[in-house]
């Protein structure tokens, strides 16, 4: 039977992250989107809590606990709740490690898992979308052809996190009409990293376009090897976890401009007193809670091993569309207050209308 409450250990994870995200995030949001950096000191707490090496097998210096979706997924929400920018670069090099945990042979596991158990915070990445308005990922303009020992990859891609810091990089690419995943190093001959891109929400998280031109990676670093990889799988996991920040990002406009409403008094009242701002303000804690539900649907079916793409595709559209409208209809809350940087809801507008976009950028 399906349970609607967290485990006791889930729980316990959930109040440490919401912590973290309360005495961290929360108190540099502002500063972040603003100079467009995140302080490394940040990011090494938040590695030192295992969101990434408590799912890697002993053998390979993790922790090896089970991988669960539905706990990445909470872990997701809580961390998006601080901010999203700072949430997506915490946990981008889960973009590498889950799918190597997953999909990866023996040697590409004993090779690359254990650089994402150390102290410090590892950057790495995963490049899927392409700079063209038709972007499919399951029918991508970026090719891989092997070539006696090596694969060769040509190809552009847009919105990669992190791609200049990033050790190394999971590139998707087309072979033979059907996604792949391959493991590029940084420095390989043929990947040119390209300018950080200017984005309108997300300000804090370094994203680049990339450019590969007859890039050549050995055969071995084909992800899953001649079995190659579940890609199916590795999409509606992205799905879920950027569904589940959606939610993060959507709680936290809406607790905001509910304490709003009841402190901001007009003509003797409180506003969220008045009928259009109570039902405004209902209808967004229904939407948030019908997201949060078929998250966790969607990460069940996928803890379970089924096929979740069904699921996770209407949830996708749903989130999508959600945490647009939830953290508009705060800014209109608000009314001129919500136009300006004295409140948040302006930012979390800008990192809201950017998840139509963020297709493969987190991944639980």
Known sequence: MVSFSPSEEQQMIINMVKEFSTDHLRKLYRECDESGEIPVDVLDTAWEFGFISTSIPEE????????SSLTGSLI??????????????????????????????????SKYLPGFCGDRFKAATAALIEPRFDFDPTALSTTARLNGGDYVL?????????????????????EDDCTQGFLVEKGTTGLDIIEREKNMGIKALATYELSLKDCRVPKSNRLGGEGGCDFVRVLNCSRVALSAMAVGVARGAFEYARDYARERSAFGEPIASRQTIAFMLAEMAIEI?????????????LDRGEDATKEASLLKSYADDMVLTVTDRAVQILGGHGYIRDHPVELWLRNGRGFATFSGMAIV
């Not at 390979?60 to 991988?67: C, D, I, T, V």
């Not at 490690?97 to 999909?103: G, R, S, T």
């Not at 809670?289 to 079916?301: I, N, P, S």
């Open 289 to 301: 809670d019908a997201t949060r539900l078929m998250t966790w649907e969607a990460a069940w079916k």
């Open 60 to 67: 390979f210096q993790g922790l090896g606990e089970e991988r």
């Open 154 to 174: 040509n190809g552009e891609k847009c919105y990669v996190p992190l791609a200049a810091d990033a050790d190394l990089l999971l590139v998707y690419a087309s």
């Open 76 to 109: 997701a929400e809580e961390l998006a709740w601080g901010d999203l920018s700072i949430a997506m670069h915490i946990l981008c090099p889960s973009l590498v490690a889950i799918p190597l945990v997953e999909m990866g042979t023996d040697e590409q596991k």
